[in-house]
């Protein structure tokens, strides 16, 4: 297997200008689709997960070109009547494609055969499926029940109401919250259960707004995410020209190396997220802050150094906010005085990999002392990390990325480093520009 061998970095410092957000491209990406006209988008991330979506909306008969410098592309929306009613969609392992996809083809009156690799088959979409069939649409399973691959045929809108959990993944409410203005009557959404990831939904109903929909949050007995009111007879409008902000969890690798190894005098800048940032994974600095790092913040950057004492300390915190971010703090807990725990990170069980197993496993490696509980991990750092570990990726962007991190204490291994090209291509070459010997 390919492998990048990391040699020990004791230093970083310098400027990241980072990619375009996977969740805001693949959102914004899919809601010029559903626009009657055309929109520019500025800035999008150019990954495999981007290129299933762009890919996706062709095969659909979805106009779109590269403008200028590649980053920018002209979609020419179709009013969510996909020219092309019959198609077989590729989608890789991208869930922000996937998931909305599956409800905005429910919708569009075609037949429509979805999958991907052999790990997007074992990741559950069962509750997007129940909620779309209680709607009217006609969904099978081809596979396994309750999972990818699918066969949408087609189908009408009858329901009035739908009810999704919320407990597995939030791109079950994002898929419907953006196809169900498509269902041209007024419809209300109910989420049952606890809705994990909320700043993701936070992060649709800003989209939405700025193609024109409007979306009613309302609460139920205290609970400000209980049902959300799509009025009928709305239609997307193109906000003309949209640009894709940086991407908030590709920020956490370099913050975190900023908080473990970069002066105060010469820290680590992140620019294209900051204060104004509409992602919730932001918020991964304000968990770095809460270990002692130094954090500054400008609206459109975020600068990271290591602490004023030398060392981070231990947190714990509950990460259900920031479930990718999150898994940048298990190994930043590697440099930290004391143990850390991670709450509430069941999700991370049905991502890329088992996240919660496989993070357990390579910090191991490294010498970490890891408990591993259904929904949260505990991580206790050696004196000293073993050098030359090699660590698996399990196909796995955000493993491969947050394990480069322990080239800052030894000499590391990263198999397969081309899974980064999930959401970041260029990671490595981003992270040898910052790091010096
Ligand atoms: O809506 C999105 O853009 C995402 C939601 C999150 O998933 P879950 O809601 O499944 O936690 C996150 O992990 C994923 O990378 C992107
Ligand atoms: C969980 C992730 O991806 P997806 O959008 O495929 O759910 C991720 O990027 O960490």
Redesign the pocket.
């Known amino acids: 297997m390919e492998h990048l061998d990391l040699s020990a970095r004791a230093r970083v410092a310098g400027t990241v200008d980072l990619p375009g957000s996977?969740?805001i491209s693949n959102r914004t990406l899919l809601l010029a689709a559903l626009c009657q006209g055309e929109t520019l988008v500025k800035g999008l991330l150019a990954s495999d997960d981007t290129q299933r979506m762009l890919e996706a909306l062709a095969t659909l008969g979805v106009r779109w070109e590269q403008v200028g410098d590649g980053r920018d592309f002209r979609i020419m929306g179709c009013g969510g009547d996909f020219p092309v009613k019959d198609a077989s969609l590729f989608l890789g392992n991208a869930?922000?494609a996937f998931r909305p996809l599956t409800a905005a083809l429910a919708l569009a009156d075609g037949s429509y055969h979805l999958h991907g690799v052999p790990r997007m088959h074992e990741r559950p979409i069962g509750d997007l499926v129940d909620a779309l069939r209680q709607a009217g649409a006609r969904i099978e399973y081809l596979g396994n029940q309750g999972y990818p691959p699918l066969q949408i045929h087609p189908g009408t809108i009858t329901g009035e109401r739908v009810a999704v959990k919320g407990n597995v993944?939030?791109?079950f409410l994002?898929g419907l919250l953006m196809a169900l203005p498509l269902a041209g009557r007024d419809i209300t959404i109910e989420v049952v259960g606890e809705l994990?990831?909320k700043p993701?939904i936070e992060?649709?109903l800003n989209l939405l707004k700025r193609f024109g929909i409007t979306v009613e949050r309302r609460g139920v007995n205290g609970n400000d995410w209980a049902e959300f009111f799509i009025p009928g007879g709305q239609t997307y409008h193109s906000p003309g020209e949209i640009f894709v902000e940086g991407d908030a969890?590709s920020a956490s690798y370099f913050l975190a190396a900023g908080a473990i190894a970069a002066t105060a005098d010469a820290p680590v800048v992140v620019t294209g997220v900051g204060r104004q940032s509409i992602q919730g994974d932001v918020r991964f600095a304000e968990a770095l802050e809460a270990m002692g790092a130094v954090i500054e913040r400008g609206d459109n950057w975020i600068c990271a150094s290591r602490p004023a004492s030398g060392k981070l300390k231990a947190i714990d915190m509950d990460f259900n906010h920031i479930?990718?971010a999150a898994m940048t703090i298990a190994v930043a807990a590697l440099f930290a005085e004391g143990t850390t725990t991670l709450r509430n990170i069941e999700?991370w069980r049905v991502?890329e990999t088992d996240r919660i197993t496989a993070m357990a496993t390579e910090l191991r490696k490294v010498g970490a002392t890891v408990e591993e509980g259904r929904d949260y991990l505990v991580v206790t750092p050696p004196a000293q990390l073993t050098p030359d570990a090699a660590i698996a990726t399990y196909d796995d962007h955000r493993i491969a990325m947050c394990f480069s991190l322990v080239a800052l204490a030894a000499p590391v291994r990263i198999l397969d480093p081309g899974c980064t090209a999930k959401t970041f291509p260029t990671y490595f070459d981003e992270l040898a520009r910052i790091t010096r010997r």
């Open positions: 996977k969740s869930g922000t993944s939030s791109q994002t994990i990831s993701y992060i649709t969890s479930p990718d999700s991502k």
